[in-house]
């Protein structure tokens, strides 16, 4: 076979790193007398790397997530409440396999958006669809997915993710369509997509915001069977801070 069609071949296959290292592998080869066997698996081997990178890359984009908050520089000495070692094994994913919800609740300032972040980052890298919202955003595009009759298909595309991240539960009340799509979806979503809802109301305060105490009852009771909750509790981070830096 002629080397320009090896190349258009690959191409049509999308093997870029096969296409890219073949020639300077062969000679590899050559001279390290490998077998057949060696050179194919070698080759294939940096398609799969390049694979399997690009595919972490492509998720990080999707998810949207506001900042690139990475679990790594969250300093956890700052916040001695909060289970280091829960956050660091949730991170490993297996939650995800059982879609369980997570549940980051606690004051502004200390570092539940990060940590859903950086739990966010962590499920993309193991190869995960994952999807950033704030639970306003979210409530608005399900509304007007309502309004234009598109709300099962957007229904179904939230369903093609492993991990949606609701950040901000609890800030600005919704509607009474609002809570009874932001009802509607997480049921739908229930034990088929983990879900992470970082929040500053405990519980006894949901329905503050969603304004219905039923609907309230039947979101919880979903939300909190075999959910992982992690309290935030402490001074602002920044705060501190800066209070740090003024000493
Ligand atoms: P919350 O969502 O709880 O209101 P954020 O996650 O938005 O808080 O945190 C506010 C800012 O402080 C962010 O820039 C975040 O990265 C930083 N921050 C908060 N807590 C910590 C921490 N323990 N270690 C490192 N950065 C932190
Ligand atoms: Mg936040």
């Known amino acids: 076979m002629s080397q320009s069609s090896l190349n258009q071949q690959l191409k049509t296959l999308h093997m870029t790193a096969i296409a890219d ?51 790594a520089d969250f300093d956890f000495a700052a916040i001695p409440r909060l289970n280091k070692q829960q956050v660091v094994a949730l991170a490993e994913g297996s939650y995800l396999a059982t879609s369980d919800p997570i549940i980051l609740v606690g004051n502004p300032g200390l570092g539940k958006t990060h940590v859903a972040t950086g739990l966010g980052l962590a499920a993309c890298r193991q190869g995960h669809r994952v999807r950033f919202y704030t639970v306003t955003q979210l409530v608005n595009e399900l509304t007007y997915a309502q309004q234009e009759h598109q709300l099962p298909r957007l229904l179904e595309k939230l369903a093609r993710h492993q991990l949606l991240i609701l950040d901000e539960f609890g800030y600005v009340p919704f ?14 979503l229930t034990e088929k997509v983990s879900l992470i809802i970082t929040t500053n109301l405990p519980f006894g305060e949901w329905v503050s915001v969603l304004g219905d105490e039923r609907l309230t009852t039947g979101l919880l009771d979903r939300l909190t069977f075999r959910s992982h909750i992690l309290e935030f509790v402490g001074d602002s981070y920044r705060f501190r801070q800066r209070q740090l830096e003024m000493a």
């Open 21 to 71: 290292n073949y020639q300077a592998l062969a000679q590899e080869a050559t001279t390290a007398n490998w077998p057949y066997e060696t050179y194919l698996a070698r080759l294939f081997s940096l398609e799969t790397e390049r694979r399997t990178r690009n595919r972490r890359i492509r998720r990080i984009k999707e998810a949207r997530f506001p900042l690139p908050k990475e679990l």
């Open 175 to 188: 509607s009474p369509l609002g809570a009874q799509l932001l009802f509607q979806c997480c049921s739908a």
